[in-house]
């Protein structure tokens, strides 16, 4: 199992080089991998239909328990089938949408990395493998829906997308972790077998929470759904497959997956249900109301999505085998509408409804793909949709609640009269401006859509195999072996009486579509307050926070960072010695030596002249006085390695500063009176809590263990006699070759800081090596100190 | 002797703060010279004070004789005076380059990020 997501791994890095060299008729060629793997899947189906699973294992950090598992069930199977077979035809019909785009070979590299993240998603049977793959189909959707990244409507769709689905797996994390941890495994396989003790937990509702949020947005459940019609700014091949086919259902098949671990509860069922329901009836309503092929199918995909919600929350065994039986229609027929919404996009460069008509003569193949799908989506004998629909409303009518019947029933008479605009609409009637100049387009733009469409009507026709794999799929969703029978025709009996109404009123719906103006204007006011606003004003209020909040903390005024760090520190420092200090406070013993008193006054004259000073001069000379008598300070008390270190240091630092500064104009008074007290206050108390901290370290203090530890055994360890250079070459020489390191990269960035120079000015410097002239005229302080510079070997001349 | 010194520390950082909180640049420098005598007087300080015991130990001996200058404090402060050379080092010449190219040593003048 593992070659499989390889295999379309490698078919991903090939697909530039491919576009490269063969053009957009690679497509066929690089379908030939999804269409191998959709083989080899097919060739497990006898051992999965006779419950046998397959699985692989590979350990990727044993120490974390974390393994790289899959497991091939009826579930994985039914989903692997779909996104390899779908993939393999987008693939041909990408080629032919992009024709002469240079960015093919990137579109053809996502769409394949995408179908290895879905791929691996139903595959994985570890959660953690399976959230690993799962955040990567958010990643490869947002980079497909700001395919034109140029487009900024299509960066802020694929932001949105990412955002929401992104969001959403981040919620979705710790729900996959609490799951683990109340059923002690990670692996899906294990967890099957404690589902009892893990509804029983007290996670269980968090739990629940967390991970539905997560497949609600993934799978654009209201009030997240927002992010889907507008995730249609990505080319129509994306659409086609990652937000009708495959991607949104990960969401669904994330519910599938656990409802033997988590399902059966009313929990679940009052968490789930009624958020499907509403999906699926605002999905159908704002279907109706949109003008945009596309934003129609989004829609409707919305709508068959709450659908699909809807019947796994209810989850008898009739529910769970309908959403099957649904999701593998939806998957065949929107997949074909949306490519033939593409073809005509392609034909006619337009997709408003209301500019399009009479495409049946120019475009036939088409209009015959688009008929195949559209048949299926209204439900009408023999294809697959109707088989389905039949299911659905079965099951549905089974339960003792009949609003859920209701609902399903209202919602489809929508889904018809939207099929009706996408189907019916653009091909009938007179030929409009815009579909003038039509013209059918190649096979690879009307065959993948066609071979969808016979595809439903075969499986309509024909659905013994298909219930084989159906029962196979119930069967892990529901936790025991369910019997399936699909059959195209039961008779006359209540459901097909509702099949036909739903017809009739569809068609009512289509006919008197003009009427509904007025009811769409009275809800616009509603919509205008929808999820979708919300979104977009936390979005504006996330980004004006971070801006306020940066220009208060971030304002480029160095003191005042330095104010908030001298502040907060001195706070928290008193914060901690508060009740301490009087405990352990007391009179030091007075031993004072008169020269060192006076080389402590020393220090502290020299410091405030160095406050005072009036001239770079007198400040750099009172620095060096400091650091000088530091030094002294380092000879008394036992540490002559320091003094001259110290001596050489300070020497050194005077002289540079003298080097660099020697042209500058002496200190301008800048701060007011005020900021200088102010100033002087934050220092003063500042200084004064470091004294009294240090104080109090030298009270607390009874014993030097380490140093003790250095001095003992410098000799008999290290064989050195001054203990000082023993810590630095020996004990802590590692400590040193970081200190040599600093050194060294200070050096070079002194040496890089003298010698770099941005060009303007190292013309400037050649320019006035050449004559006096221009330097006379540019008398700018830069070109002054250009001029006196004393490193750099342009101006040695000077 | 603790008392003194550590009164000095003080001193030393309120000094050094003061100056750092100023606006011309070279000031800044100079804060950050004096701040960095400061820390180093204040691990020194903080370890243990022995008047000119200097922690070598005898020869042919293997422990020293009596109570000697704390050595770790030591090892510290030389590693932190090399190393504050080499930042204060390197800070001059960028201020010194940025006074020279921007042509301002006020720090409210050099407050955008691209100039």
Request: with cysteine; aromatic share 8%.
């Amino acid at each position: 199992m593992f070659l499989w997501l390889w295999a379309i791994l490698i078919a991903a890095g090939l697909a530039p080089g491919v576009n490269r060299v063969v053009g957009s008729r690679g497509g066929w060629g690089l379908a030939l991998v999804p269409a191998g793997v959709f083989a080899c899947l097919l060739k497990q189906w006898a051992s999965i239909v006779n419950q046998q699973d397959v699985s692989a294992y590979v350990d990727w950090v044993p120490t974390l328990n974390l393994a790289m598992s899959l497991r091939l069930d009826g579930l994985s199977l039914l989903f692997g089938l779909l996104v390899t077979g779908i993939g393999a035809l987008v693939l041909v019909y990408a080629g032919a949408y992009l024709k002469v785009d240079d960015r093919l070979g990137r579109l053809w590299a996502m769409l394949l990395l995408f179908m290895a993240a879905m791929l691996g998603v139903v595959l994985a049977d570890n959660v953690l493998t399976l959230f690993i793959f799962w955040e990567l189909t958010s990643i490869t959707s947002y980079l497909l829906i700001g395919f034109n990244s140029d487009r900024p409507e299509s960066q802020a769709s694929a932001l949105q997308a990412l955002l929401v689905t992104g969001g959403g797996g981040l919620v979705l994390l710790p729900g996959l972790i609490l799951l683990g941890l109340a059923g002690q495994s990670l692996e899906l396989s294990d967890l099957l077998s404690s589902g009892d003790h893990i509804r029983q937990h007290s996670l269980y509702v968090p739990m629940l929470l967390l991970i539905l949020v997560g497949a609600f947005t993934k799978s654009a459940q209201f009030p997240f759904h927002f992010w889907l019609p507008n995730a249609m700014a990505a080319p129509t091949p994306i659409s086609a497959y990652l937000h009708s086919a495959t991607m949104v259902k990960a969401g669904i098949y994330l519910i599938a997956r656990l409802h033997p671990i988590l399902g059966g509860t009313a929990e679940w069922f009052w968490m789930i249900a009624p958020v499907g329901t509403i999906t699926m009836v605002v999905g159908a309503v704002l279907a109706i109301r949109a003008t945009d092929l596309k934003q129609i199918l989004a829609y409707a995909t919305i709508s068959v999505l709450g659908t699909l919600t809807m019947l796994l929350g209810i989850g008898t065994e009739a529910t769970l085998t309908a959403a099957l039986a649904v999701l593998v229609a939806h998957a065949f027929y929107k997949g074909g509408l949306f490519m033939v919404a593409g073809a005509i996009d392609h034909a006619v460069h337009q997709r408003d409804i209301r500019q399009l008509g009479g495409l049946r003569s120019a475009m036939p193949a088409t209009f015959v793909a688009s008929c195949l799908a559209g048949t299926s989506m209204v439900g009408v004998l023999p294809t697959f949709g109707f088989i389905a629909k039949e299911t659905w409303y079965e099951a549905a009518g089974d339960l003792p609640d009949i609003s859920f019947l209701a609902a399903s029933v209202l919602c489809n008479i929508g889904l018809v009269a939207a099929a009706g605009l996408v189907c019916i609409k653009p091909f009938f009637g007179s030929r409009t401006n815009a579909t003038q100049q039509a013209h059918e387009g190649s096979l690879a733009l009307w065959g993948p859509p066609t071979a969808l469409g016979v595809t439903g009507l075969a499986l309509g026709l024909a659905p013994t195999r298909i219930s084989e794999l159906l029962a196979a799929g119930s069967r892990a969703i529901a936790g025991r072996v369910v019997p399936v029978k699909l059959a195209l025709w039961h008779g006359v009996n209540v459901t097909l009486l509702l099949s036909l109404l739903t017809l009739a009123g569809g068609a009512v719906l289509y006919w008197q579509r003009h009427r509904l103006k007025v009811v769409f204007a009275a809800d616009g006011r509603l919509i205008r307050y929808g999820p979708s606003t919300v979104y977009d004003w936390l979005l504006k209020s996330v980004n004006q926070l971070a801006r306020g909040q940066t220009a208060i903390l971030q304002n480029g005024y160095l003191r005042f960072y330095l104010l908030t760090m001298v502040g907060l520190t001195v706070f928290s420092v008193w914060m901690a010695l508060k009740g301490e200090l009087q405990s352990h406070l007391k009179p030091m013993p007075f031993d004072f030596h008169s020269h060192e008193v006076l080389l402590a006054c020393l220090i502290l004259v020299a410091a405030i002249t160095a406050v005072r000073a009036t001239t770079w001069l007198l400040a750099v000379g009172a620095l060096g006085v400091v650091g000088y008598s530091v030094a002294a300070v380092f000879v008394l008390f036992g540490a002559p390695d320091l003094a001259m270190t110290q001596f050489v240091i300070e020497t050194l630092t005077v002289i540079l500063f003298v080097m660099a500064f020697s042209r500058l104009p002496d200190f301008r008074r800048l701060s007011s009176v005020r900021t200088r007290g102010r100033d002087a206050l934050v220092a003063v108390v500042a200084g004064g809590t470091i004294t009294v901290l240090l104080l109090f370290a030298m009270t607390v203090r009874s014993s030097y263990p380490i140093s003790d530890y250095y001095v003992t055994h410098s000799v008999p360890e290290a064989h050195g006699r001054n203990v000082v250079n023993v810590i630095l070459v020996d004990f802590r020489a590692l400590d040193t070759l970081g200190e040599i390191t600093v050194l060294s990269v200070a050096a070079i960035g002194v040496y890089s800081l003298l010698m770099l120079r941005p060009p303007s000015q190292a013309d400037k410097v050649i320019h006035s090596a050449n004559g006096k002239a221009d330097s006379l005229q540019d008398n700018s302080p830069a070109a002054q100190h250009d001029a006196a510079a004393d490193h750099p070997p342009e101006s040695g001349g000077v | 002797m603790d008392i003194v010194l550590a009164i000095t520390v003080g001193g030393l950082y309120a000094a050094g703060i003061f100056m750092m909180l100023r606006r011309n640049v070279v000031k800044l420098l100079i804060g950050l010279g004096l701040l960095s005598h400061a820390a180093n007087l204040l691990i020194f300080t903080a370890g243990r004070l022995v008047r000119g015991r200097v922690a070598v130990i005898p020869a042919g001996e293997t422990q020293p004789l009596t109570i000697v200058a704390d050595p770790l404090p030591q090892a510290l402060i030389l590693t932190a005076i090399v190393i504050s050379f080499a930042v204060l080092a390197f800070t001059l010449v960028l201020i010194y380059r940025t006074i020279q190219t921007l042509g301002t040593d006020d720090l409210d003048q050099l407050r955008a990020t691209d100039t």
